[in-house]
């Protein structure tokens, strides 16, 4: 194609989850109940755990993390999608399109290293439990979430370096509500069908090195809390449980995303919503519902908040 002839694409227009003026408005109101539960209670998790010198454990100290990661990530693609709902033109400029794509993986990648950061951890604590503090101190703690955003970001970058260098000259319907790069590439004015399985095969790679390398761990952790003595096999299997179903509900959608060699649309889209805003909404509620030392924290904050409370009223 002679590139003289082509038009520069300055936006795209996000088809949305569906086209029904009705069931937007429902979705709006649903979607914005969640994204405050999501933001709260994220919120809730990192201050409890700044504030609570009971949860000063490195453990924590990755929860802590793992909560303003699902925070970001879901603020990455939600926000736009809320007001799309009441938008009849659900346009997007192409800065802002590269922008998401940008976030989405730079994010979406650190969660699966931290993931393996926090696997780590629980096989330190369960598997060498007398070296446990020298091995997971804040230094070394800082050192893996540090790590796990340096791999993120290079993952991003890897994928943007080639996303922005495209021709995109129409059409420009993205038949989602965000941008992602298997959307993004079909639009793109080449022949871009090995470009975009190049583009899966990236982000396919690091998901599943991390979910293998997660169920390795696990299997060996749980391995070795049946070997051990009952008393400590029931906590640990509750601590390990709760990361394991975490795993599967962030990485399940992912590898269907970019391993499956099938692209259905209705599964894509449930799919990212699943990994953009449910995953951030069960996070806290798996760990705090299972967590004894989060629920006994909540019991001091809010024990501790309504002393206050009678004390000024007084």
């Known amino acids: 194609m002679d590139k003289r002839n082509l038009s520069v694409v300055s936006e795209f227009m996000l088809l949305g989850l ?24 994220n919120i809730v998790i990192m201050i409890l755990i700044i504030t609570d010198s009971h949860l000063h454990s490195p453990m924590y100290f ?44 730079f994010v979406g990648g650190g969660e699966m290293v931290l993931l393996v950061v926090m696997a780590y951890d629980r096989y330190v604590a369960i598997c060498k439990p007398l070296h ?38 129409g059409p ?19 022949d871009s069908y090995n470009l975009g399985i190049l583009m899966n095969a990236d982000s396919g790679v ?20 049946h070997r051990s003595s009952k008393a400590g096999t029931s906590r640990a299997l509750s601590t390990c449980t709760a990361h394991i179903t975490v795993v599967l509900l962030f990485f399940g959608p992912c ?15 449930f799919l990212a919503v699943f990994y953009s805003v449910i995953t951030p909404l069960l996070n806290p509620a798996i ?13 001091r904050f809010r024990s501790y908040y309504l002393h206050s409370k009678r004390h000024i009223n007084a």
């Open 132 to 169: 446990y503090s020298t091995i997971m101190n804040l230094q070394k703690c800082t050192g893996l979430v540090a790590t796990s955003w340096t791999i993120g970001f290079v993952h991003a970058m890897s994928q943007m370096v080639v996303i922005v260098q495209l021709p995109f000259c």
């Open 62 to 105: 990755l929860l802590a993390n793992l909560s303003f990661v699902d925070m970001w990530l879901s603020s990455v693609t939600t926000p736009k999608m809320i007001t799309d709902f009441v938008r009849e033109n659900k346009t997007i400029s192409f800065g802002g399109c590269m922008c998401q794509i940008l976030f989405v993986h």
């Open 206 to 225: 690091l998901a599943m090195t991390c979910f293998i390398v997660l169920l390795i761990s696990y299997t060996y952790i749980l391995l070795t809390v």
């Open 287 to 299: 760990y705090t519902l299972r967590n004894k030392e989060i629920k006994n924290a909540l019991k």
């Open 18 to 41: 569906c086209r029904s003026w009705n069931k937007q408005v429902l979705l709006l109101l649903i979607f914005f109940m969640l994204y405050l539960i999501i933001v709260s209670g």
């Open 172 to 190: 420009k319907e993205i038949d989602s509500f965000f941008c992602d790069i298997p959307l993004v590439i079909k639009l793109a004015c080449i």
């Open 255 to 269: 590898i269907f995303i970019y391993v499956w060699p099938l692209s259905i649309t209705w599964v894509n889209k």
